[in-house]
């Protein structure tokens, strides 16, 4: 399963109504299948341009992140469902690239990168 990473700005709240939202948002990713890596909290901080949602103007949002795994068919509808949530101004799923190795090139040996940095 890819590995993406869903983006959501959420509505000025208090903490119990933020938690609650975050909880909602989780088990539907459980519920279609997801495997929910981490959640981030980026803060709470001015937007940077109004967003109109749901009759309301909003200028104040908390930003979080939600690492997770799923199949590929699973994020139309999750993003359709969040766009539906009064709580959420901004869901965005971005797809995270596979983590390249630390391994050396083949073509590249500790000795050449060490002479390379003394130079």
């Known amino acids: 399963m890819p590995r993406y990473e869903l983006c ?7 903490r119990p109504e933020i938690a609650a939202v975050l909880r909602r948002t989780v088990e539907t990713l459980f519920e279609r299948g997801a495997i929910v890596r ?3 909290n980026l803060g709470e901080r001015r937007l940077p341009y109004k967003i109109s ?3 309301c103007r909003h200028s104040q ?8 795994h799923s199949s590929p068919n699973i994020i139309s ?5 969040l766009e539906r949530d009064i709580d959420v101004l901004r869901p965005t799923v971005l797809k995270k690239d ?3 190795s630390k391994t050396q090139c083949c073509g590249s040996s500790p ?6 940095s003394l130079h």
Do not use: N, V, W
């Open 111 to 116: 000795e050449k990168t060490k002479q390379a």
């Open 61 to 68: 949002g908390g930003y979080f992140s939600i690492d997770f």
């Open 53 to 55: 949602k749901h009759d």
């Open 8 to 14: 959501l700005i959420l509505k000025a709240m208090q």
């Open 38 to 40: 981490g959640l981030e």
């Open 77 to 81: 509808g999750l993003l359709e469902y």
């Open 98 to 100: 596979i983590e390249i």
